[in-house]
C-alpha cells in the first residue's frame, strides 16, 4: 500500500448543501479535514498522541479551486496525496472526484505548532512516516 495517497469516500446530505441545491462550498473544506486525518491514521499518526507530547497541526495555507458542483445524495471521493514533508511543515494535494470526474482541487500547506503556538519542526519519526527519509 502507498501510504502517501488516500482515497476517502463521502456522500453528500442534504446538509451539506445551499440553498441552490450544490454542495455549499465550506462543506468542501470539511471533507478535505476528514481525509487529512484518515490519511494521518493510515499512517499510524494520531491526533490524541501528538497532544500528549505538545504537537498540533494547523493548516497554514490552502488554495483551492471549484471546478464542478457536488450534489444530493452524490457519492465522492477525497483523494489525499503527500507532496512532502520537511521542516515543521507538510504539503498535501487534494482532490474530490464523483467517479472519475474532478469536482474540487486543492493545495494545503500544514505546520506542525508547539504548545506555544509556534512552529515546531516535525519529529524525526513523524517525518519518515510522512514520507521525508532525511
Known sequence: MNNKVH????????????????VYHAAYLKFMERARTELLRQNDIHHFELAKKGIAFAVARLEIAYLKPAHIDDVLEVVTEIKSAKGARFILDQEIFRKDEILTRASVSVVAIGDNGRPVRLPQELAIKLGNQT
Not at 446530505?13 to 450544490?22: A, K, P, Q
Open 7 to 22: 482515497r476517502f469516500p463521502i456522500r453528500i446530505y442534504y446538509e451539506d448543501t445551499d440553498f441552490s441545491g450544490n
